[in-house]
């Protein structure tokens, strides 16, 4: 079964500096699809950027950038010129593309606190 | 504009009283999905639907059943429900698997 690690539960970051939260995966399937949703204080689960296993170039999505890099099973969220609205829950998650019926995963996620 | 919709967003309830949490979706999707929400676990998977009429259970589905009779609709039911069922609950709904799912507001249920 697959498996994500989130091992920073919280976060700070001046305003306007960069920060990466960390994700680490665990998997034996090569065709996979990774995740970041950010969860602000209102409670709803927002699509940041996704990335899928065959996927040659790190995805990017305005100011999220995804930092792949597959051997070392790791998917590190990149968030550029941080805002105080950027203060949210992150989660990380996987799907698993060919293995059955197979849910998204979920890490426990990190909370990101942006101080101006 | 697409969406997921979930009723209600909040519900306190007792013991033992039967509820039903809606949820509909508006983009054709055939993948949907029930998760809770807890403090330190994260999100887990209640259960899951592939299509009309075929659901499956997913990481936590003890205390739960599901229905899928229509392609928007995936209602999550609690025939009795616990105290430990007290949590933030979120359906989502994805055009397949590998694709990225879109979440309700949530429903966030205390049973006392």
């Known amino acids: 079964a697959q498996k994500i690690t989130q091992t920073q539960p919280g976060m700070f970051v001046q305003e306007k500096e960069a920060v990466t939260l960390d994700c680490t995966y665990d998997?034996?399937?090569?065709?996979?699809?990774l995740f970041w949703y950010k969860q602000p204080s209102s409670g709803e689960m927002i699509f940041l950027i996704y990335?899928?296993?065959?996927?040659?170039q790190n995805a990017t999505e305005g100011r999220y950038s995804l930092n792949f890099q597959k051997a070392r099973k790791s998917a590190n969220l990149v968030i550029s010129a941080s805002q105080l609205g950027d203060s949210a829950m992150y989660f990380c998650?996987?799907?698993?593309?060919?293995?059955?019926?197979?849910?998204?995963?979920f890490g426990k996620g990190t909370r990101l606190s942006v101080i101006a | 504009e697409a969406q997921v919709t979930q009723n209600p967003r909040y519900l306190i309830t007792v013991t033992g009283k039967k509820l039903t949490v809606t949820c509909s979706q508006n983009?054709?999707?055939?993948?949907m999905s029930w998760y809770r929400q807890d403090p330190g676990l994260g999100l887990r998977q209640i259960y899951y639907?592939?299509?009309?009429?075929?659901?499956d259970k997913g990481d936590v589905p003890e205390g739960y059943k599901v229905s899928r009779k229509e392609k928007r609709n995936f209602p999550l039911i609690l025939e009795s429900p616990s105290p430990n069922q007290t949590s933030l609950y979120f359906c989502?709904?994805?055009?397949?698997?590998?694709?990225?799912?879109?979440f309700g507001q949530g429903t966030r249920l205390t049973v006392v």
């Open positions: 990335q899928g296993s065959y996927d040659e």
């Open positions: 998997t034996s399937d090569q065709s996979y699809g």
């Open positions: 998650a996987m799907i698993l593309r060919n293995s059955g019926n197979t849910p998204l995963v």
């Open positions: 639907s592939m299509n009309v009429e075929v659901t």
């Open positions: 989502a709904s994805s055009l397949g698997r590998g694709a990225e799912a879109f």
């Open positions: 983009m054709n999707h055939e993948y």
